[in-house]
Every structure is written in C-alpha cells, then in structure tokens.
C-alpha cells in the first residue's frame, strides 16, 4: 500500500513538472488573464484536507511549501507573485528551466521541519501547503493569513489543485487552457494505446509504455 501511495504521487508530480513544462515550452497555451477573471469561493475537494478559506482579492504574494504546487502555480503564470517555496528549490530542475527566480526565493522549510515563523513574515495572501500540514495553516489561518491545504496525489485531485490555485489567485483562464492542453494529450496517448492494443495479438497482452532515463522519472519524464 505504502509503494502505491508513493506512485501516485510520483505520477502527480511528473505531470505538475509536465504541465510546467509545457508552458515553458511553449506547448501550452498562454496569454495570462483578463481583468474580468475574477477568483470563486474555495470550496472543499478531492484535492483538499479541509476547506481553504473563502476568497477575496487575487493573492499577490504567494508562499508554496509543496513542489507539486510550486510547479503547478509555474504552469498558471504565477513565477511573479511568488514570495516563498519549499526547501531544496535547486534540485528541482523545472526551476531552473522555467522559473530561475524561484532559486533566490526564501526557503519555507519541509512538511516535516516547516518555517512557520519564516512564512509568516514574508507577509502572503496566500499559502499553499499540503495535507500533512494541516495543522500548520490553521495556525496560518489565526493569524488572518489565508490558506490553501492540498493533496494531489491522483491525476483527478492534480487537476482540482490547480483550479483552486486559479480560483484563488485570478488564473482561472490559464487554468482551464492548460487542463484542455493536458486533455488533448491524454486523448492521443489513448488513441496511440487503443491502436497499439489492436495490433498485438491476443497472447501478446496488453502494450506497456516505458520510460527509461539516467536518472529519477521527474527527469526522465521531463525536458
């Protein structure tokens, strides 16, 4: 059970890192947010621990202490508003691909040794923090700071992640063009699958899809 929860999340990572990627690359669509985008009310999801709290204005300053996140708010365009990150920011090399600044932002620490004091003092909006820190942005949230608690760890809650970020920071353009981009490609993998299935005989199985590579699948599977 612990492997499978621990592919999962892998799976969720590798495709936040792609939808990054994918923006860098200039495979995704872009072109920001209009003025007329204007956040939704945070509700509770798969994605969430509990519920985020209620929106106001797009957040301006944002920390992330989970790189699953941080990836994805590069996907949403939000390199800009970025205050804060999780620790070992420079062996993540999506940043320094797609978002080299990220590699200066202050450390907020891990899920198990997390910088609360250090969060808070670099006076966010927003704070994106994974389940295990629950208890964390409560204390985040008593001091009027507002919190988003995620858990992307299927493709499904990825997805509704990155709506809530969009919600709560006024992307929600960007976000449905990325997941339209993302569908695209889930459809042709399905197509290329469905064809490659037709074409093995029955004795054969079903066709496997391989990523081989040097080193982790995050680089393995990404530019």
């Keep these: 059970m612990a492997k499978l929860r621990s592919m999962k999340k892998r799976i969720s990572a590798v495709m936040a890192v792609i939808m990054a ?5 200039g495979c995704a669509a872009s072109g920001g947010t209009t003025a007329a985008e204007t956040p939704k009310a945070a509700e509770a999801s ?20 989970y790189y699953i996140t941080s990836s994805a708010c590069i996907a949403l365009g939000l390199q800009d508003r970025m205050v804060g990150i999780e620790a070992k920011a420079a062996s993540r090399p999506i940043y320094k691909l797609a978002a080299a600044e990220f590699l200066e932002l202050p450390s907020v620490g891990t899920a198990k040794e997390f910088d609360l ?7 966010p909006d927003l704070v994106i923090l994974p389940k295990k820190l629950s208890e964390q942005a409560d204390i985040l949230e008593g001091m009027n700071i507002r919190t988003l608690v995620v858990n992307p760890e299927s493709m499904e809650a990825l997805k ?6 969009a919600a709560l920071t006024g992307t929600e353009g960007q976000a449905e063009k990325l997941l339209a981009w993302y569908a695209q490609k889930e459809e042709k993998l399905a197509g290329i699958l ?15 899809v391989y990523i081989a590579g040097t080193s982790s699948i995050l680089r393995a599977a990404t530019p």
């Design 160 to 165: 509704e992640t990155i709506r809530e970020i």
């Design 46 to 65: 798969e994605s969430t621990g509990k519920d985020s709290t209620a929106a106001g204005e797009p957040a301006q300053r944002i920390v992330s202490g």
């Design 117 to 123: 004091e250090g969060c808070a003092a670099l006076e």
């Design 194 to 208: 469905e064809k490659a299935s037709s074409e093995k005989k029955p004795e054969e199985g079903v066709p496997g």
């Design 21 to 25: 990627a994918a923006v860098f690359t």
